[in-house]
């Protein structure tokens, strides 16, 4: 059980600081942090630290394959959580 909370845990926290990197090399106009690794991380479970990022910094809020992304990842983990324990 708490092998679950430490992998989600550790993914959201990722991907909250892959979104604020993104930011601000788009700010700088340097590489980027392709789309696919942003949304296969929701999709794995970061789609809490991914929500987060998108609203903090204002970061892909305007592109609706992340918000759909995230909201059905979220609703996934969710409902995946509440069936283990």
Sequence with gaps: MKY??????TL???MFILYGMDKRKARKHQWRIPE???ILGS???????SSLGM???HHKTRKPV???ANGFALVLHAFLLWKIF
């Design 4 to 9: 679950y909370f430490y992998y989600y845990l």
């Design 43 to 49: 999709l794995f479970g970061g789609a809490l630290g």
């Design 66 to 68: 992340f918000w759909a």
């Design 12 to 14: 959201n926290i990722i």
């Design 36 to 38: 696919k690794t942003l």
């Design 55 to 57: 609203m903090i910094f």
